[in-house]
């Protein structure tokens, strides 16, 4: 078993739509979860960084951790277009980020 | 621009040749990272600096890779007698001591024919 698993879709969702991105991981040592958004051929860029479980809004985007279920999530409300891309999910013990593999979003207008 | 930099974006080679990349970390940032990142993957750990010294190295870093980062600032990563299972986006990070957010450059994608 991987310390992180994310489902790599594809996900194809109607512009407006509600997305739930999700990931599980088996690590309880692990105290720092972030989501990452990857276009095609860049690197990642931060969108969220949440410290221990709980909720964390900004803008049109939310994270969730739930540490005794091993599970975190990231909802994107009216999505559009532009958050078509692959949206990794990251959890830190020490030094290291570990990644998901990743799941691939389409947001079709 | 004031984020992470790297050089070149892509760097085609062929196989048994040494590779290096630099990365330019955010300026006021003294914690820099690489990870390599394959396709269909998320990127994975291969080492880590404090300023100048290289604190950590994952397993993944072998002998052919070396990492410097001679003044604490820009780092360099080579890799020796290159194989085609090199072939990958090499990723540069950056964080402060304060706030422990990694901050990714764009990538340097490495093809090995």
């Known amino acids: 078993q991987k310390e992180v698993e994310q489902d790599p879709g594809p996900l194809s969702v109607p512009e407006g739509a509600i997305v739930s991105l999700n990931c599980t991981y088996s690590?309880?040592?692990?105290?720092?979860f972030m989501w990452y958004r990857q276009y095609s051929r860049k690197g990642p860029e931060l969108l969220m960084y949440?410290?221990?479980?709980g909720n964390k809004e900004d803008g049109r985007f939310t994270a969730q951790v739930d540490k005794s279920s091993k599970y975190i999530s990231l909802f994107i409300r009216d999505s559009q277009p532009s958050d078509s891309a692959t949206y990794l999910c990251?959890?830190?013990?020490?030094?290291?980020?570990?990644f998901g593999k990743g799941t691939t979003l389409s947001v079709s207008s | 621009d004031t984020g992470v930099s790297q050089d070149p974006r892509h760097k085609i080679t062929k196989r048994g040749q040494n590779v290096t990349f630099r990365c330019d970390p955010i300026s006021e940032h003294n914690r820099l990272y690489w990870y390599r990142q394959t396709l269909g993957q998320g990127p994975e750990f291969l080492t880590y600096?404090?300023?100048?010294?290289?604190?950590?190295k994952s397993r993944l870093l072998s002998d052919r890779f070396s990492a410097e980062r001679p003044k604490g600032s820009f780092s360099t990563l080579e890799i020796q007698r290159t194989e085609q299972g090199d072939s990958a986006m090499y990723l540069c990070?950056?964080?402060?001591?304060?706030?422990?957010?990694?901050?990714f450059g764009p990538g340097t994608r490495l093809t090995v024919t």
């Open positions: 990251a959890m830190q013990a020490g030094t290291a980020l570990i």
């Open positions: 690590n309880s040592a692990f105290q720092y």
């Open positions: 600096f404090q300023n100048e010294a290289q604190l950590e």
């Open positions: 949440t410290y221990s479980s």
């Open positions: 990070a950056s964080s402060s001591d304060i706030h422990y957010e990694q901050y």
